[in-house]
């Protein structure tokens, strides 16, 4: 924090992405509640996230390419249209299912450019030595906000409705913007990458793949993100129909998972060292599987809280640190290219997992559908454990000594 760019982006974001929580939520409850299909909150997810699987890549090539610090503000201002469109449409009482989710999948195309952007854009704000600490402060205000805008957003859909979670999360964006404008970023000189944007993407995922604890710590990532992570897109299920306790209720187990998340991005920020990562990312990993289980199960509404409050701390601690070994061994000038393939195998298998969920889930119901998921994410860390950990006790190198080509 000792960083003026980074205060300024820290503090905008904090508020930025409560709104962005509260939208979320709300679209969730929103799709349950108008078709009461667990199918089509799969369908209402695959659309929010598949633009990142085949875009990410055209989003790294762009943050290679151009100025990130320009690119992060022409995204922001892109959402908070979206935003407000959303809730022009809701006060209109004239949404229709169609339109949220066509919604969500123009905010998956804007997050395709945004999320490789913003990662890459992190190292212009921190100097190196300080970066694993910034990417886990950023991670803690993520996920603050994410216990915040869900009990807001639990609140104001039983008191008010969803129109007025749409509209303050547009305003929310006025905040950001403010903070991007105000920042005094020094320009740095990146090589321009050469050849096509797939290109480009495929020379990233060949780096990536080259080295064993960064490919190793990306494939469970993946297999968290298709599978473990679902339980959101679950959520007004278990809220609604299992734990019987409504909006709210949904709002509050959005915000204990979110307080988790928080606990686990503060812990990890509050680290002095990183080493034996590998390790940690194994036994985070099985802590989701299990806990994702428990929670499946569950039918007394605070253990399922406190469950998904175990999740979200795991689920944190595993991105954070798998972001930290990424991010230590990639060199400036690929950086948006890797980072594209972190957010394509982090954020963009989401939506076949949201998919599937929602088909499986159709037909044998939401809690063993999720009881399934999380026994697979439990096999998948012992395979870790015991191919990488164990085998070869892969570590991320220290920062100052991360590949220079």
Request: a positive charge.
């Amino acid at each position: 924090m000792q960083h003026r760019n980074f205060q300024l982006f820290i503090g905008g974001q904090l508020i930025s992405l409560i709104g962005t929580w509260m939208q979320t939520t709300a679209q969730l409850w929103l799709v349950y509640k108008m078709t009461g299909s667990a199918a089509l909150l799969g369908v209402f997810g695959f659309a929010n996230q598949v633009p990142i699987l085949f875009l990410a890549s055209v989003g790294g090539y762009v943050g290679d390419r151009y100025n990130r610090h320009y690119g992060v503000i022409a995204t922001q201002a892109v959402s908070m249209v979206l935003a407000f469109a959303l809730a022009a449409l809701t006060f209109a009482e004239a949404i229709k299912v169609w339109e949220l989710i066509l919604v969500a999948f123009l905010v998956g195309i804007v997050n395709a450019f945004d999320v490789p952007i913003r990662q890459s854009f992190l190292v212009q704000m921190v100097v190196k030595e300080d970066l694993p600490n910034a990417i886990a402060l950023n991670s803690s205000i993520f996920n603050g906000a994410r216990v915040v805008g869900p009990a807001v957003a639990g609140f104001a859909l039983a008191w008010k409705g969803p129109a007025w979670c749409f509209l303050l999360n547009g305003i929310s964006f006025l905040f950001v913007l403010g903070a991007l404008l105000a920042m005094r970023i020094q320009k740095i000189v990146v090589q321009p990458p050469s050849g096509s944007p797939f290109q480009n993407f495929i020379h990233g995922f060949r780096f990536a793949m080259s080295d064993l604890p960064m490919r190793s710590a990306l494939l469970l990532l993946s297999l968290l993100s298709l599978l473990g992570l679902q339980y959101s897109v679950f959520l007004p299920i278990f809220a609604s129909d299992i734990l019987h306790r409504g909006a709210k209720g949904f709002g509050l187990l959005m915000s204990t998972a979110g307080i988790g998340a928080v606990l686990g991005a503060l812990y990890f920020a509050g680290r002095t060292h990183y080493k034996g990562l590998a390790r940690w990312i194994a036994g985070t990993s099985m802590m989701c599987g299990i806990g994702l289980v428990f929670f499946s199960q569950s039918r007394v509404f605070w253990f399922s809280a406190a469950v998904l409050l175990l999740v979200g701390f795991a689920a944190t601690v595993q991105m954070a640190a798998t972001n930290t070994i990424v991010q230590s061994r990639v060199p400036d000038h690929l950086r948006g290219r890797v980072m594209a393939v972190y957010a394509t195998m982090f954020m963009g298998v989401q939506p076949v997992g949201s998919l599937l969920g929602g088909y499986i889930a159709k037909h044998i119901g939401a809690p063993l559908t999720l009881t399934i998921f999380g026994l697979l994410v439990l096999l998948g860390s012992f395979v870790f454990l015991f191919r990488t950990v164990l085998r070869l006790n892969a570590q991320p190198a220290p920062i100052s000594q991360a590949p220079s080509n």
